[in-house]
């Protein structure tokens, strides 16, 4: 046990990972040793930052949960403390059945851990003294993530109602961050030398509204575009009704902002998104999409999917696999629906799709889309692209394309063996393979 290390493990979105890591240097302020995700506990301490979108979420922040008692129960751990979105909407009953946790936080309240757990002790004064380079300490990390890309939250919260979704009830209505302070933020990563932003938020396309009193979108991600030393931005978290159309124009006139776009479509079937109250209906969705490849030519678009929502039936689902076959989207993720307590649909429908059928849908689905983004990856071979190289794995050097975000979509791997290459550095890479997940290069 290593003594003033505070083990963090954060699950679920980029999102909870932003907040894990400024918690983690306002730690480190302290005098803590910080580390992320690391493959074994070593520290006296452990705080989860859990999940509680989905019941496998919901599962796997509990189970986490659980090792970590057993390992404080024998003796490998001081302190356990737990924060987050499952925490926050079950902090009672996590309370009541966990009381091996030292203390339960929110959502919103985990900062609170610093005034409970102090400056690590036997540091000296200087250590724990915060950094008085931003106004607003609060948005200084310690970044988990490689030296060269960080995630920058916009906003947290949600104003939109999915019937199926309990993030509202978590997080609460949507707020945005003013503009400056999120360009601050991006001229200070890019100083300690991040090149590629990933831009988080629940629905990115809403950000301003509150503030401003329209979507801002679009003159945000315009004026990040001008700060020197940002090479790539990239969006993630689209939602397809009132999508602001400038944001394409931007997208297409600068050349540090990625052709990708994370758009979560949920389904295509009107029956559907009526039910699930996502208040767009097929043929908007139809026409946003045309509208997007037109304006945006080469765009990568990734989506999400569902399947076995209540009511859904075998015209609905053969309707969503049809839309699929069709769009051919570059990047494709789905889930079975699982009902989350307190949602219009837990409350107002019945759960009647069979978890057997479920699980059957979504494997065809998948199915499907494995095809299709085999296809798309084999039509790059022969091709130049722009790569960022994030690590070397074994004998490769292991990067991405502009049409790539970290962790969820297909990598370029590069032989290590022919040229010293560096992290964080970009180079000009010549498909000359592709697996079922990757794609092979060399440097020309």
């Not at 707020?175 to 090149?195: A, F, H, N, Q, T």
């Not at 997007?292 to 075998?314: Q, S």
Request: proline fraction near 3%; charged fraction near 30%; include cysteine.
């Amino acid at each position: 046990m290593k003594k003033n290390q505070i083990d963090f493990i954060t699950m679920g979105c980029s999102k909870n990972l932003v907040d894990s890591e400024q918690l983690m240097r306002q730690f480190a302020d302290k005098g803590y040793h910080c580390v992320h995700d690391g493959k074994r506990i070593q520290g006296e301490i452990a705080i989860v930052n859990t999940c509680g979108f989905i019941e496998s979420a919901k599962e796997e922040s509990i189970n986490t949960i659980l090792e970590l008692v057993d390992a404080k129960n024998k003796g490998k751990l001081k302190k356990i403390y737990v924060m987050g979105c499952l925490s926050q909407r079950y902090q009672k009953e996590l309370e009541d059945s966990i009381p091996e946790v030292d203390k339960f936080y929110g959502k919103f309240n985990y900062r609170q851990l610093l005034d409970d757990l102090g400056p690590a002790p036997q540091v000296g004064e200087a250590a724990v003294k915060f950094s008085a380079r931003r106004t607003d300490a609060n948005t200084r990390r310690l970044l988990s993530t490689p030296s060269h890309y960080a995630y920058v939250k916009i906003a947290e919260g949600c104003d939109r109602h999915c019937a199926y979704c309990a993030i509202p009830l978590i997080t609460g209505k949507h707020v945005s961050r003013p503009m400056d302070d999120i360009l601050d933020e991006v001229r200070e990563l890019v100083s300690e030398g991040v090149k590629e932003i990933q831009i988080i938020e629940q629905e990115l396309t809403y950000y301003g509204v509150d503030l401003y009193g329209k979507p801002m979108i679009a003159e945000l991600i315009n004026r990040m575009a001008d700060i020197d030393g940002v090479k790539w931005i990239r969006l993630h978290y689209a939602y397809p009704n009132q999508f602001p159309l400038d944001l394409l124009d931007v997208m297409r006139e600068r050349d540090n902002v990625c052709k990708y776009l994370d758009i979560a479509l949920q389904h295509i079937s009107d029956h559907m998104l009526q039910l699930m109250h996502r208040h767009v209906s097929k043929q908007d969705t139809l026409e946003l999409l045309k509208t997007i490849r037109e304006r945006v030519p080469g765009i990568t678009l990734r989506t999400t999917l569902m399947v076995g929502f209540p009511g859904e039936t075998e015209e609905d689902f053969q309707e969503l696999l049809d839309f699929v076959r069709s769009q051919r989207f570059e990047r494709m993720g789905a889930f079975a629906y699982s009902e989350e307590e307190g949602t219009y649909s837990a409350e107002h429908y019945k759960d009647d799709v069979p978890a057997e059928i479920k699980q059957q849908r979504l494997d065809k689905l998948m199915a499907v889309q494995e095809e299709i983004s085999n296809a798309v990856e084999a039509a790059k071979v022969g091709n130049i692209y722009k790569v960022i190289i994030d690590r070397k794995e074994g004998n490769y050097y292991v990067g991405r394309t502009e049409f790539c975000s970290p962790e969820v979509d297909p990598e370029v791997l590069i032989p290590a063996d022919k040229k010293k290459l560096h992290t964080g550095h970009f180079y000009q890479v010549k498909m000359t393979d592709n697996d079922e997940f990757d794609l092979y290069g060399e440097v020309v």
